[in-house]
């Protein structure tokens, strides 16, 4: 069996530049990945995830570990697990446990049992130090959110630029009374978006008002009581800055049932008809697909070069998504999006 040492010195490159290809890495210039693959091809090369199974006994998949695989962002997660591992010859085995701190543990070890190759995880628990134990055996990466307890790679989205970013757009339109609703901050994803709304308040010199900030375990299931007590007040929101995805798609609806159609809303995260409404919803848009394709390159990457010096924490960027709904100035304050007939 040929060796990536051999396949690099046949393709004329370094043996990392080899690994990049082989983990699918978008930046290799295609010359040089149409020489590498070519040496793989003459030479007969087996990526070292088959050849770990050979090696091992344990099998060539990558178990994958989220909250919940009907949320659509972690759907999007897996669906890019998947896409990425195909190529590679890897399964894709997936758990969920929802928010359950304490599911956690066991559905992950239940998975680490199967005997995969690697593990993606995104964990909910504060403590992940009962992985230590797996870590010899089974290299690790957690997408969304940092491990506790335990060194490991990771890579998250910059959920801190991108909530600013999405507060100072609307102050920029004269809104000073904006809400924020979501999870609450324990969930790191929700901690480090309500960060970003406190600073975009803060360098706009507008103090926090608590009781615009929203954020509770029940508020991205069923938004509507929150709302009702939000827009009640003495001095009543005129923006909502809807914190994920979930609590947007409840948002929207529950803005059109108490009749509001004077509060601007931007969501984090991109949802099915966000486009489609009029006037069509901004949000934050994250990438799935890149964090997922991330996941399975690192992965790899440890398990051709277990030893190598890679950096354990990696923030990928969004960006904003412009649309209609917070795109008027505080005078023509742009109505809430309602579905097209």
Known sequence: MSTMREVAHAAGVSIKTVSRVVNGDRY??????????????????????????LRTGREAAIGVAVPQITDPFFAAVVQAVEDAARPRGAAVIVTSYGNDAEAEQSATEALLSRQVSGLISVPVAADQSYLRSWQAKVPMVFIDRRPQGIVADSVVEDDVTGARQAVEHLLAHGHRDVAILGDPPEVPTAGRRLEGYRAA???????????????APTVSADPLPHLRRLLAGKRAPTAVFSANARCSLGVIPALQRLGRTDVAVI????????????????VVRQDPQALGEFAVARLMQRVDQPTARLRRHTVLPVRMELRQSCGLGARDRCLTAVATP
């Open 201 to 215: 308040l803060a360098a706009a010199g507008i103090a926090e008002r608590p009781d615009l900030v929203c954020t």
């Open 28 to 53: 290799v210039t295609e010359p040089v990945q149409d020489r590498v693959r070519a040496a793989i091809e003459t030479l007969g090369y087996v990526p070292n995830l088959a050849a770990r199974t």
């Open 267 to 282: 969501s984090y995260g991109d949802f099915a008809m966000a486009q489609a409404l009029v006037p069509a919803v901004t």
